[in-house]
């Protein structure tokens, strides 16, 4: 952890950080912005501290847009290649769901510098995703679809000689959106725990971000040989700042959710991170006169970044009403903030719960962080979770205890009136063609036989209903030999009482549960922007959009791209 100077350390008191309660309700969760923690910015920060080095070693791409590159990233004592496959993919073959078999471009990231042979195993793997396999070798699977009319419209004004409108060119952010980018194992990859220890790595997630970064850089270099390709010597390549306003759009389904229910402790370790960031921060007794430029200047950045961000969806397009009156809200009492009020961030910080909306109060949590990287940014390698997600059951515990536990962290649960159809209306199932997670109406299909265990709220009251009436004095280990349905939640109460932001405090197979919510969350640790859900079960963002390049990537460019420059927003 990143230790404070001494006057540092004197302007800083100790704060108790948010109630779980407050924090952990599905709404809440739904509005969270990318902050100095997102997973995204760890990596460009290191990065750039890191100075590590960036080659483009092939680029055999055809006139029609086919063929292998290799890009490297170079660290100060490895290298991580992404080797990807540039398909000509028919119009009719072209969809984001999970069901399809091809792709416009496929990808993995290797560890090392692929060689010819190693190039010729993949060729037959990775275009194929889930129909192939790939080795220990590779940390991540992915692949990406053109979003053909942005496509289509760039590369037209680049062959023309043209560069392409600047404000066409935000309405979408993308050229390619990725609709996996698999890591951690699957489908024959290396296993998390085989690179957890090194130190690039650290923070979660680290790879599959370093993937899509080195995409985005593909991308780009895609487009400028596509127009090159069709308008030879009076074509041009993407303008620094045009290139840099795109990113790299990605399509998420419902696979996506059940995530953060599975892994408890990580998931806790993300949301703990961010609320002693949001702690420390409120604790500071004086804000400088830097301090505030730098918040007041994210924060108009901010407001670009809302009137850029589009959606189609009747929820989010309310919510982003919402967010742009809270911002200008928000500038306004910005006015009155003096740098010589005492703990002007906790004052800051509670106006916005009494006059901002969810989107607005947790934009605001984000923003308090960035001036503050002293504070913040050493807490980043707090994220990852080294422990077994199957912890022992501690079955000395009394019937007494567990009780106790479930009425203490479980007490939201436990008042909900589960005898209403409304209440278990879903359940979660994982489908036979693609396994993949789905969530279907409990009454309207047969599906309550395949049900996966995703409902804590749920299965803690039916926990708590059983240990009712039974000897308080009587062991877990006892309970188990006649009840061992009950030993997922029983692990999970056990997990929750020692990791208070472990558990979504909501029901999560209600007729009212929104699953982008889960999404949302997961996403905004990412570093994502611009959420567009296209139901509620599915969601398009983008990623890495205005970030530098790794020709300009640098400690000064490499912090607060995520924020849109004014300056280059009317260019």
Known sequence: MTQLGGSDL????????????????????????????????????RMAAENWKFKRSRFDIDTNGVGIAVYSAQTSDRTYSLVAFAHNLPADQRSDRVIAQAWDATFTLFDGVPTDADITRLSQNVPRQEAGRVSQSELSLSRANRSVRMWDYVTGCLAKGEQPDMETVAKV?????????????????????????????????????????????FVRDLADHMGQVQGGDTSVKLAPAIARALGIGNSTGLGMAPFI??????????????EEAIARVRSFKV????????FTSLLDRSVLSADLWKSGHPVQQTK??????????LQIRLQSLSYKQKYPWNILYLWSEANLSLEGQECLASLILEPYGDLVDGLDH???????????????????????????????????????????????YVSEEKLEPRLGERFEEPIAEYEQPLSPARDAERLYQTLRDLPAEQTLAEFLLTHPEHRHIL?????????????????????????????????GFFGAIHFDPRSDRWVRICMYANAPYPEDLLPETAEFWAYPEISEAGQ
């Open 287 to 294: 804000a400088t006169i830097a301090e505030i430029g730098l």
């Open 320 to 329: 982003l009403a919402t967010l742009r009156q809270d911002l200008s809200k």
């Open 491 to 523: 692990r999970r109460v056990q997990t929750v009482a020692r990791a208070p932001y472990a558990e979504i405090r909501d029901n999560t197979i209600s007729s009212t549960v929104l699953p982008i919510d889960m999404l949302r969350c997961k996403l």
């Open 173 to 217: 952010g993308y050229l390619m959106r990725t609709t996996a980018v698999y890591g951690s194992g699957k489908f024959g990859a290396a296993d998390r725990e085989d690179i957890a220890d090194r130190t690039e790595f650290s923070a979660p997630f680290q790879a599959e971000m370093l993937s899509v970064y080195l995409t985005r850089w």
């Open 382 to 428: 707090c994220m990852s979770d080294s422990a077994d997600q199957n912890t022992a059951i501690d079955g000395q515990m009394s019937v007494a205890q567990a009780r106790t536990l479930l009425e203490q962290h479980y007490d939201w649960a436990l008042a909900i009136d589960w005898s209403k159809s409304d209440a278990n209306a879903r359940a979660w």
């Open 10 to 45: 004197a302007n800083v008191r100790h704060a108790d950080l948010r109630d779980p309660a407050l924090v952990m309700r599905l709404a809440r969760l739904g509005s969270m912005h990318q902050c100095r923690l997102s997973f995204m910015r760890i990596l460009t920060r």
């Open 261 to 274: 229910l599975n892994h408890p402790v990580l998931f806790n370790n993300w949301i703990q991170v961010r």
